[in-house]
């Protein structure tokens, strides 16, 4: 007598997005979270631009780029006019110029 079951008498757990079929259903429903449709997943929107994240932390940083550019203080670089919020891109920035000096002759204070 075999002890194998006759897999067509097996009731399967059948996924409905693709063909696995598993014989518990603590496993279909683990597979199931691979077909989770994204449309049911909440999204974070930015209403400004396309960008969309899962996590509500990330959305906060990401709107800071649209932030009213009047509000942010940028530090502006005098010869090339080059801009930034950030300072120490900013001072990256100044020392790239000196290292070229070819623009040195403005930054003589
Ligand atoms: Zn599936
Ligand atoms: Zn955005
Ligand atoms: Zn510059």
Do not use: Q
């Not at 049911?40 to 209403?47: A, D, L, M, N, R």
């Not at 990330?58 to 005098?78: A, F, Q, V, Y």
């Amino acid at each position: 007598m075999s002890v194998h079951k006759n897999p067509s008498e097996i009731e399967w757990f059948k996924c409905n997005s693709c063909s696995s079929k598993f014989k518990c259903k603590s496993h279909l429903k683990r597979h199931m979270v691979l077909h989770k449709d994204p449309s049911e997943i909440k999204w974070y929107e930015c209403h400004s631009c396309e960008f969309k994240s899962k996590h509500k932390e990330s959305l906060k940083p990401h709107m800071l780029i649209h932030t009213d550019p009047t509000k942010i203080k940028w530090l502006e670089c005098d010869v090339c006019g080059y801009k930034s919020k950030d300072k120490s891109n900013y001072k990256r920035h100044l020392r790239r110029h000196r290292a070229s000096g070819s623009m040195l002759y403005k930054l003589v204070y």
